[in-house]
């Protein structure tokens, strides 16, 4: 062998060696290799490379680091459109899709209907074209008939195969899939732009769309964006006949395929398919916005015809959206309770993850600036979990120009006196006394269901109390005479008989309950009821001093402060004073020690079936169990209902055991 045809033989088994190690590494997640040994093979590579161009192979593993930069995008058109699925959001809508597949197909309806399901990957889609194994062009899905040419952004990534790993590759074949960048690397990538000063992506697949919407590959390169493959366009091939041995197929070729899936037959299997990765996608690597459900059989699939662009024989199962977008159509400042000034957009409705959301907070005006957020301006919402919606980003290509800057100004909107920041706050606080906003709020949060609990108290009644006179302190409610309240708009006989008989049962409310309903800042439900059981009555907790508090467990020295705050202010005491003139708060119960749930911590998640939130946690509670409302390794147990959120999903990530009330109730009874 002459020495350059041993050169030219080296290349050719460097990047043999290269792409190998590649498949290993990226899609089997199997190295062989250590990352100095893989450094070095690719370094020889590179070098002879650069001393021979002549011999540098099309699909030479050296390519994926990025060619020149390109002044724009060139239109490909697909070989066979790329088309797009029918969405189905809850049970009963893939189960009206599965009996419409059994008309289709011409089945009875009680015949079970074989599904192939697997990840709906949340990315961009992409169709790759392999012509005698050889990757040769990527495009973006377009309008489904063309796209954009991004072969060179796309053969940056390495589980892309830039060859086929078979000895007998199709003469030419389309490959569909999805590009995504990895939640830790969108974290990670975040952090890069912010550091730089430069434009935040709302979410991982806005990242990956943009990271192959570029025109220099480089920036490609230093994305670790990853495909996954779920189908094929065009082809020359023989292939199989289900979509199972399609992946599988996929797989051997070098791809990377939905880890998830499975056959599944009839609508049972389907379900539970999608509740099971419902509850494991927090712990994915990566964002799925559900599931995809497709017949197996490609002979019915194309049975069952197509509309519209959509093949009827599948469809995206999906999860309800967490994220979505509106318009700020103002930006009005709250004021709580505490006298806390808040801003709050006010948005075009629009349903987030289920619910209708027209308020999100902006929190402090560092949110505000760091976010860039401006009235007008088209942002993406974020609903998660139990969560009060929050705007996350805003969608910049959205402006036109006519959006305003908002500033949190440094008077109360209420009462127009001077906000004050306290040292080492962010927010801004109103601090006068008669601040009516503040009344309102101290009221409201005072007579509701988890505190005092008077019923038919609503806001719109509140705030008429307030405006008339009638009340300005807790206590003034328990003076309030059907004959007053009969003077107000929108009460007659019986709404005002009602009420005052409410306010006059509400007067033996549990301690713990009256002192959660004093409002007192950083003291919730918990601390509350750990407060009732340590001191046993108000005047005790009154008195209490900074070294008493904090020896509670779980009473921090931010949280002494607050409540040493409340009750040296002379008004406070006042208040207090005049309040337990009409109230008589019950003494806790003595701790229950040796419950049947004793020493346990129980996380409450969703909607229970028959009990609601306070019926389950006083149950909890009385059976010697903490509740707490948060997940942690602590936990013992998540007790979960319907729709549970982001807990639930903290549960099976953390391997914390997941109960139903059935399971609960059983627990108290057996034990
Ligand atoms: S199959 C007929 N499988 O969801 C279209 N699509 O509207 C066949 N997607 O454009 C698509 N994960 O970009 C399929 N496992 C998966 C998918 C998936 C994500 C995307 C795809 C498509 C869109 C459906």
Not at 393 to 398: A, I, L, Y
Not at 434 to 459: Q, S, Y
Not at 607 to 631: D, Q, Y
Request: proline content about 4%; glycine content about 6%; hydrophobic content about 40%.
């Amino acid at each position: 062998m002459t020495n350059s045809q041993s050169l030219r033989a080296r290349i050719h088994e460097l990047a043999e060696l290269i792409r190998n190690h590649d498949h290993r590494y990226y899609v089997l997640d199997d190295p062989e290799l250590t990352d100095a040994e893989y450094d070095k093979l690719f370094r020889e590579l590179r070098d002879l490379e650069g001393a021979h161009p002549e011999w540098v192979e099309p699909d030479s593993p050296t390519h994926r680091v990025g060619g020149a930069v390109l002044d724009k995008f060139t239109k490909l058109k697909h070989r066979v459109p790329m088309l797009s699925l029918a969405n189905a959001l809850s049970e009963e809508e893939f189960i009206d899709f599965d009996q419409r597949v059994h008309k289709f197909l011409d089945r009875q309806p009680n015949l079970e209907l074989e599904y192939f399901a697997e990840l709906k990957f949340d990315g961009l889609s992409i169709n790759l074209t392999y012509e005698e194994g050889l990757l040769t062009h990527a495009a973006t899905r377009g309008d489904g008939e063309t796209g954009e040419e991004v072969t060179q952004n796309v053969r940056t990534i390495k589980t892309v195969p830039l060859r086929l790993t078979t000895k007998s590759p199709p003469r030419i074949i389309e490959i569909r899939g999805e590009i995504l960048l990895p939640k830790k690397d969108f974290v990670a990538l975040n952090q890069e732009q912010e550091k730089k000063g430069e434009k935040l992506f709302a979410n991982p697949r806005n990242a990956a769309a943009g990271s192959i919407r570029q025109l220099d590959p480089k920036i490609a390169a230093e994305r670790p964006l990853v495909l996954f493959a779920y189908g094929v366009g065009m082809t020359d091939y023989s292939m199989p006949e289900t979509l199972a041995a399609y992946e599988d197929l996929l797989a051997t070729w070098g791809f990377l395929v939905s880890p998830e899936r499975k056959i599944c037959r009839g609508v049972e299997d389907v379900l539970t398919f999608y509740q099971r990765i419902k509850k494991i996608r927090a712990q994915l690597e990566f964002e799925i916005d559900g599931t995809v459900i497709k017949l197996n059989r490609l002979a019915e699939v194309d049975q069952a015809g197509y509309i519209s662009r959509n093949p009827r024989g599948m469809i995206a199962f999906k999860f309800p959206a967490s994220q979505e977008t509106s318009v700020i159509e103002d930006i009005v400042i709250q004021v709580g309770r505490t006298g806390t000034l808040t801003p709050v957009a006010h948005l075009r409705p629009v349903r987030v993850g289920g619910v209708m959301v027209s308020r999100a907070t902006l929190h402090n005006q560092d949110e505000i600036d760091r976010k860039d957020v401006r009235i007008g301006d088209t942002v993406v919402v974020q609903r998660a979990g139990d969560v009060i919606p929050e705007v996350v980003s805003v969608v910049t290509e959205k402006r036109t120009g006519n959006e305003r800057r908002f500033v949190i100004p440094d008077h109360c909107p209420i009462c127009h006196s001077k906000a004050e920041r306290k040292e080492g706050e962010v927010a801004l606080r109103c601090v006068a006394r008669n601040c009516v906003a503040k009344l309102r709020e101290r009221i409201r949060h005072f007579v509701m269901k988890d505190a005092m609990n008077i019923d038919g108290l609503g806001e719109k009644i509140v705030e008429q109390l307030i405006d008339e006179g009638l009340v300005k302190t807790f206590a003034d409610l328990f003076d309030v005479t059907k004959e007053q309240l009969l003077e107000l708009e929108g009460f007659a006989e019986k709404s005002a008989d009602s009420l005052v008989q409410a306010i006059a049962a509400s007067i033996n409310p549990e301690l713990e309950r009256l002192i959660f309903a004093l409002g007192i800042r950083h003291v919730g439900e918990r601390t509350a009821k750990l407060l009732s059981q340590h001191f046993q009555t108000l005047n005790d907790l009154a008195k209490a001093r900074a070294e008493e508090l904090e020896l509670i467990q779980e009473i921090g020295p931010e949280v002494s402060k607050a409540i040493i705050e409340f009750f040296t202010d002379s008004e406070h005491q006042l208040e207090t004073k005049k309040l337990l003139d009409h109230v008589n708060p019950q003494k806790p119960k003595a701790k229950i020690s040796g419950g049947k749930l004793s020493g346990l911590t129980i996380v409450i998640t969703g909607t229970l079936p028959t009990l609601s939130r306070s019926e389950a946690t006083k149950l909890i509670e009385e059976n010697g169990a903490k509740t707490s409302s948060s997940v942690s390794k602590k936990t013992n147990y998540v007790l979960a209902g319907a729709e549970a959120g982001s807990k639930l999903d903290k549960a099976v990530e953390l391997g914390v055991a997941v109960i139903n009330e059935q399971q609960l109730l059983e627990m108290i009874e057996n034990s």
